[in-house]
């Protein structure tokens, strides 16, 4: 079974600074994706980042970095130069690779980042 | 880009009537589709997954009799909450993908139900 772990409830961090989400996951699949999620209070949920249990580097998207350690199975998200405008809910989701197509989004709890002028 | 709309985006219903909330995928070919539950401040629960023609697969704990999915179309998947109690007020969320990159999963905006 899938599993994700988002141990952070909610995180304050200061505008222009950088700021750490954490991620763990549990899956016994050896193809897997993993996925970084903003939900603004709008509901809208926009994705940021991905990155596939084969890739070789951590993905990088403008200010979104994911940090990934396989053997850890970590996949935190980094994101630099904090914005008023990040504040929102973070999930973390992973996703069974089946011939390189994949199927349904299994999420994390979610992490309220609060961004303070 | 692509993208997938929700209607309506929020709906006001009495006990033990029906609703019916439609997810469209605008500009592609969905070949399955998504449903997400999620309550304030929790986490997206995945409520079953449609594709194309076929009966949808329900997640352990969902009631099938009660959130009827219908995938008619390769553009068109509907959720129906039948005799809606007040604890089925949620935020119902689709996603689709036309299965073509590992990555991607398209989101509708969600559906805000409120059972009275």
């Known amino acids: 079974a899938q599993k994700i772990t988002q141990t952070q409830p909610g995180m304050f961090v200061q505008e222009k600074e950088a700021v750490t989400l954490d991620c763990t996951y549990d899956t016994s699949d050896p193809s897997y994706g993993l996925f970084w999620y903003k939900q603004p209070s709008s509901g809208e949920m926009i994705f940021l980042i991905y990155?596939?249990?084969?890739?070789?580097q951590n993905a990088t998207e403008g200010r979104y970095s994911l940090n990934f350690q396989k053997a850890r199975k970590s996949a935190n998200l980094v994101i630099s130069a904090s914005q008023l405008g990040d504040s929102a809910m973070y999930f973390c989701?992973?996703?069974?690779?089946?011939?390189?197509?994949?199927?349904?989004?299994?999420f994390g709890q979610g992490t309220e980042l609060s961004v303070k002028p | 880009g692509a993208v997938v709309s929700q209607h309506p985006s929020w709906v006001i219903c009495k006990s033990g009537t029906s609703v019916k909330i439609e997810c469209r995928s605008l500009d592609f070919q969905a070949t399955t589709m998504f449903w997400y539950r999620q309550f304030p401040k929790q986490s997206l629960m995945l409520m079953a997954t449609s594709n194309e023609g076929s009966k949808a697969t329900y997640e352990q704990g969902v009631e099938k009799d009660k959130f009827l999915i219908n995938h008619a179309s390769l553009t068109l998947s509907t959720l129906t909450v039948t005799s809606a109690h007040p604890e089925d007020s949620s935020f119902y969320i689709c996603?689709?993908?036309?299965?073509?990159?590992?990555?991607?999963?398209?989101f509708g905006p969600g559906t805000r139900l409120t059972v009275t």
């Open positions: 996603s689709a993908t036309q299965g073509v990159t590992p990555y991607e999963q398209y």
């Open positions: 989701a992973m996703r069974r690779m089946i011939y390189n197509q994949g199927g349904k989004l299994i």
């Open positions: 990155q596939g249990s084969y890739d070789q």
